[in-house]
């Protein structure tokens, strides 16, 4: 074999390297082999729920324990612990008076929507997946409407990682 | 008492009907995707106040095929998906979509008002209604059709309060009949597919 033939096969590999983890999608960021310590933790595909607001511009604090309903929505992605284990303890967006972390649940055909006690793990080899009909960070009180397009910061906050700074484009569920 | 049992009949129905499907595996040629109601009931009649205030009988949609839902609108997640995925399965439809209709009824009358409806409901597709009425009547339909709902106290949340609710799509053909309950999570060209079915079957039942 001549140094021609391992260029060759060479640059064929680096292709195909090239070429797989292209097919990986955003999800899987290429593995660096040549970085040092673990790559640590990585949030992809972060988006949100568009919606409407329900109630009109501005409201008077609710008086005599007259319920009010508040517009919400939902955030979700795809975070990664890159070697650590983690716990997503918090987050944080200025588009809703509150920001929490939720589940839901289904138990017999019965939706059951809860807040996240402590915080949402996140795997040391693995991916945790913040998804419609289960894990979500739940925007209530929005301040405006969510239009497809728009975009969301959110900060979150890990134990270990610290802030994270996201930026979750607004999306139409239907496609 | 009538309407306990119709609603234990829908659910043992509805039971057997989904555990029939799991057995029957792939092969099984299913018409259908949801749990299917064999043979079918006729699917009670009511009459709410639809998002403009107006009264809203059931029974004036005979003809189309219905696709009944409940919900809540501060419900962050399922609730939303599902109008979403009926909206998108309208519009798969095509031409067909004016045989479909929508109605979404709130389990969570004391706050989701009239306004509130009128916002929320049409966001999703502007045919959809949405209806509510009194606590017990809410109650009275929800039984009728086998929804159990319930207010959890969320004590560490700016929300309140959840529902907990059965998040099913009641599917009624176009003769008044219910003829399946599809679950949360059923995909949308599931669903667009036995619109398809519903719609072309006519109203003979």
């Known amino acids: 074999m001549n140094t021609k033939q391992l260029v060759r096969i060479g640059l064929l590999t680096l292709t195909a390297i090239a070429l797989l983890s292209a ?4 999800a899987t960021p290429a593995a660096n082999p040549t970085s040092s310590p673990p790559m640590g933790l990585t949030i992809t595909d972060v988006w949100a729920r568009a919606a ?3 109630t009109g511009g501005m409201q008077t604090p609710s008086s005599g324990g007259m319920e009010m309903s508040k517009p919400t929505s939902a955030v979700y992605m795809k975070i990664s612990g890159g070697g650590m284990a983690d716990k997503l303890v918090k987050a944080e967006t200025t588009v809703a008076e509150s920001t929490e972390l939720h589940t839901v649940e289904m138990k017999d055909g019965v939706m059951q929507m809860r807040p996240v006690e402590g ?12 998804k419609p009909g289960g894990l979500h960070i739940m925007l209530i009180g929005l301040k405006q409407e969510l239009k497809p397009g728009d975009k969301v910061n959110v900060k979150l906050t890990f134990e270990k990682a610290g802030v994270r700074n ?10 | 008492m009538t309407r306990q049992k119709l609603a234990l009949a829908l659910t043992v129905l509805f039971l057997s009907a989904f555990a029939l499907l799991g057995c029957g595996g792939k092969n099984a040629s299913v018409p259908l995707h949801g749990g299917r109601l064999e043979p079918s009931k006729a699917a009670s009649d009511f009459t709410l106040t639809d998002q403009n205030g107006k009264p809203f009988t059931l029974s004036s949609m005979r003809g189309k095929v ?9 419900c962050p997640d399922v609730c939303p998906l599902t109008l979403s995925d009926m909206a998108a399965a309208r ?18 009358p004391e706050r989701d008002s009239q306004q509130v409806l009128q916002k929320y409901v049409p966001a999703f597709d ?14 009275t339909v929800a039984d009728a059709y086998g929804v159990k709902y319930k207010k959890t106290l969320l004590e560490n949340s700016a929300l309140g309060y959840a529902v907990d609710h059965s998040a099913f799509i009641y599917v ?5 009949q219910l003829r399946e309950l599809l679950p949360f999570g059923t995909q949308r060209q599931d669903i667009t597919s036995d619109l398809k079915i519903l719609i072309n079957e006519g109203t003979s039942s």
């Open chain 1, 119 to 130: 915080g949402i793990d996140v795997p040391a080899d693995g991916t945790v997946e913040l």
């Open chain 1, 166 to 175: 996201v930026t979750a484009e607004v999306r139409s569920v239907q496609q």
């Open chain 2, 126 to 139: 502007p045919t959809f209604i949405g209806v509510r009425g009194t606590p017990a009547e809410i109650k």
């Open chain 1, 23 to 26: 097919c990986g999608g955003a």
């Open chain 2, 172 to 176: 009624i053909d176009r003769s008044g």
């Open chain 1, 52 to 54: 409407v607001m329900t």
């Open chain 2, 91 to 108: 519009k798969d439809l095509g031409q067909d979509a004016n045989q479909v209709q929508v109605i979404f009824v709130t389990v969570d």
């Open chain 2, 66 to 74: 219905i696709l009944l839902y409940f919900g809540y609108t501060s």
